[in-house]
Nanobody, 122 residues
Framework: QVQLVESGGGLVQAGGSLRLSCAAS????????MGWFRQAPGKEREFVAR????????VYADSVKGRFTISRDNAKNTVYLQTNSLKPEDTAVYYC???????????????WGQGTQVTVSS
């Protein structure tokens, strides 16, 4: 089992950047595929990015491709989401999640953090 805690959210103007972090407990962090998801008010939770166990494979949603970068440091049990060129439509609660399998489906991620709010003003 793994416990996840996100940080780094906040209020930023359009065009700005934020670096989100997700710290994981436990000694088996490298055994998990890590994903970032987001949920805006009144909308379903959507996939943002995921990274493989060792970090060699990444996948992004089309809406963030070229602007966001997911990375991980297995020595620090942490996954990051660098968000650049932020747009008002990126406003949402951002969640990190862990799965044993390579997937972008939120239903297949059993472990979730509590979320961190990102608000982008126009």
């Amino acid at each position: 089992q793994v416990q996840l805690v996100e940080s780094g959210g906040g209020l930023v103007q359009a065009g700005g950047s934020l670096r989100l972090s997700c710290a994981a407990s436990g000694r088996t962090f490298s055994a998990y595929v890590m994903g970032w998801f987001r949920q805006a008010p009144g909308k379903e939770r959507e996939f943002v990015a995921r990274i493989s166990w060792g970090g060699g494979s990444t996948v992004y949603a089309d809406s963030v491709k070229g602007r966001f970068t997911i990375s991980r440091d297995n020595a620090k049990n942490t996954v990051y989401l660098q968000t650049n060129s932020l747009k008002p439509e990126d406003t949402a609660v951002y969640y990190c999640a862990a799965s044993r399998i390579m997937t972008i489906s939120p239903q297949q991620y059993p472990y979730w953090g509590q979320g961190t709010q990102v608000t982008v003003s126009s």
